[in-house]
């Protein structure tokens, strides 16, 4: 939500009306930002669903996750077709900006001829066969076995998929709309797209559109709440700061080891533990700083390393204060986050079935004490800090409905 709340005020700045369609749990989130926004699927998804779903999904890995993320979507994507044509119209709306995973979006803009742009806040899931899906965590390779092995996985992806694809197709089969084949790349195809990865943090790309843009992290501070932090706890020594994200954190095990592995060592832990668990449950080692959540982008300015379970956002963020990392991915996109942070060379890879102290300790000092770790970290940097990505984004918005009105007036 931080991206597209960003990207909503930067519209709103720029003299649109922005309205987000939403479940419960988020109608709050955007209200206090003084966003519209109206609750879809009420009865479906109601307050406390949201918590619900990420206190499961936190407790799975790899494939399960996945799987229970696919059910999820299609059930939010049986929701979005029966309420969300009559909503849109009740709103006067223009143009649509589709989260990439919002996968019913497209066919919601086909069917009511608005104009869409499709915005990557994860990872972007465009499949194409030299790069491994965003669920794996392999790197780049061109050897033809690795192409295989690539095929092999996108076509165990897209059986995956099936189910989604299926209630989508039906739907637009009731709409009159041409099924989609090479799913999910058709749900993208011909419409812009707007990823918040710089392109320094993506696989060399052959198969993209014209219409893909790079154009960095969706993110800034202004438009987060304030959250409270003890800095007058901060000793003076480097800070390593952690964070398995917000959403897929609800493994307890998981802040044990990183607290074990930071304790009595030359820099001070600060933890967050995102709302998944009690800090009282954690016996505080060496002045850690132990905390439900925190200022990320402002620890971030002032950490040497970050942990994290590789979410793009808190790649992205750690990338813009050029700090490298120690990536621990759990499921869905996080595999090829981390796979990414290898390549870049910004971090290492340490997967939860290889995770234990000593090796988390080992991974940081590596981090710590290897110069091309910050190096590469201070690289990226640059390039984001060159790129003026909310101005961009509002732009290929704007294009797109101008475009779009022209032709409609021709």
């Not at 000793?235 to 700061?241: A, L, T």
């Not at 832990?269 to 449950?281: A, E, F, T």
């Not at 950490?303 to 990536?327: D, F, K, R, Y």
């Not at 060379?345 to 340490?350: D, E, F, N, Q, S």
Request: one cysteine or more; a neutral charge.
């Amino acid at each position: 939500m931080y991206p597209m709340s960003s990207l909503a005020l930067q519209l709103r700045r720029r003299g649109h009306d922005v309205t987000f369609f939403c479940v419960a749990d988020a109608e709050g989130f955007f209200r206090e930002l003084d966003l519209n926004a109206v609750v879809v699927g009420r009865e479906q998804f109601p307050l406390g669903s949201t918590e619900e779903v990420f206190a499961h999904l936190g407790k799975l890995k790899g494939q399960a996750g996945v799987l229970y993320t696919v059910r999820n979507l299609g059930d939010m994507v049986e929701t979005q077709f029966a309420e969300l044509p009559e909503k849109i119209r009740e709103h006067n709306i223009d143009g649509l900006v589709i989260d990439q995973f919002s996968m019913g979006g497209a066919t919601l803009g086909d069917h009511l001829r608005l104009p869409y742009v499709h915005v990557a806040n994860a990872l972007m899931f465009n499949m194409e066969r030299g790069v491994p899906p965003v669920n794996f965590g392999w790197n780049y390779e061109t050897t033809p076995l690795a192409i295989a092995r690539n095929a092999i996985v996108h076509a165990l992806g897209r059986r995956m998929l099936t189910p989604l694809r299926s209630k989508i197709n039906q739907q637009r089969t009731r709409w009159k709309l041409v099924p989609y084949r090479d799913f999910p790349n058709d749900a993208f195809r011909g419409h812009p797209q707007i990823s918040q990865q710089p392109r320094g943090f993506e696989f060399p790309r052959h198969e993209l559109p014209a219409d893909f843009h790079f154009v960095g992290p969706l993110h800034q501070r202004m438009d987060r709440s304030e959250t409270s932090f003890p800095w007058e706890r901060l000793d003076g020594r480097p800070i390593v700061y952690a964070s398995m994200g917000t959403l897929q954190n609800r493994l307890d095990w998981i802040f044990e080891v990183i607290l074990k592995a930071c304790a009595g060592r030359e820099f001070q832990l600060v933890l967050s533990l995102g709302g998944g668990s009690d800090p009282s449950r954690f016996d505080e080692i060496d002045d850690a700083v132990i905390v439900n959540y925190c200022p990320q982008i402002e620890l971030l300015q002032r950490a040497t390393v970050c942990i994290t379970h590789a979410g793009l956002n808190t790649a992205l963020e750690s990338l813009a204060q050029g700090v490298p990392m120690v990536a621990i991915p759990i499921t869905n996109d996080q595999p090829g986050v981390a796979a990414r942070i290898a390549w870049s060379g910004t971090g290492v890879v340490l997967p939860p079935n290889r995770l234990n102290a000593s090796r988390l300790a080992e991974a940081l000092m590596r981090v710590l004490t290897v110069p091309s770790y910050r190096e590469n970290a201070l690289r990226l940097s640059r390039e984001i800090n060159k790129l003026n990505p909310l101005e961009r984004a509002s732009e290929i918005v704007e294009k797109t409905l101008m475009e779009s009105r022209s032709q409609s007036s021709a």
